[in-house]
Every structure is written in C-alpha cells, then in structure tokens.
C-alpha cells in the first residue's frame, strides 16, 4: 500500500485542522493504521491508531483519527492546537493485530505533512 498525507500548514493556536492520508495499491481497512508526529531533534512519536474494523477513535482529549473505507482515506482531526504540536506528521499502515507506538513495526508510511502552529 502506498500512503498520500496532506492537510498541513500554518495555524494558530486554538485552531483546529484536519489531516487526510489518502492510500492506494491496498485497502485501508486490512491494516492498522496510525499517525505519528515527529517535532525537530526528536523521536518520532505516535499520536492515534485505529483498528481495522474501528471507525472513529479520540486520542490524547484533542485528537481524533477516522477511517474512511469508501474512500480509502484515514483521517486526524486536530483541535485546540498548542505550538507544541508544531510537527511533522505522518500516516503508517501496519500489518500487525496490536497498534504498536514503535514506527518499525509500519510497513507502510506517507511522506510527512508539517503543521506549524503559532503562538
């Protein structure tokens, strides 16, 4: 499967945006997916995964990560952004049964969209 992430920019904090991960060569809904943020001079960290039979999960009291099988599209909605969240954000598929918070265990990753936010 290779993975499309969009939606990133520059917003203000209390702003809200969401991030789209758009797939193809593969269905979203056989795989975990997730999204994970990585901030300059730090480790990637997951932020939301989603089971595959899972529609709708909140994370994190802001964050809501969504699939949409029609589509073939995973979702994060972001609210009350703060500047600490000024990342780059990326969408993973995992082959897996858990969702695993370690990036190795995707086998699959979007290019990474930066969401800046200011203070």
């Known amino acids: 499967v290779q993975l499309q992430a969009s939606g990133g920019g520059l917003v203000q904090a209390g702003d809200s945006l969401r991030l789209s991960c758009a797939a193809s060569?593969?269905?979203?809904?056989?795989?975990?997916m997730a999204w994970f943020r990585q901030a300059p001079g730090k480790e990637r960290d997951i932020i939301a995964g989603?089971?595959?039979?899972v529609q709708k999960v909140s994370a994190q009291g802001r964050f809501i990560i969504s699939r949409d099988n029609a589509k073939n599209t995973v979702y994060l909605q972001m609210n009350s952004l703060k500047p600490e969240d000024t990342a780059v954000y990326y969408c993973?598929?995992?082959?897996?049964?858990?969702?695993?918070?370690?990036?190795?265990?995707?086998?699959?990753w979007g290019q990474g969209t930066l969401v800046t936010v200011s203070s």
């Open positions: 989603i089971a595959r039979s």
């Open positions: 060569g593969g269905t979203i809904n056989n795989y975990i």
């Open positions: 993973a598929a995992g082959e897996g049964e858990w969702i695993a918070s370690t990036p190795d265990l995707y086998a699959a």
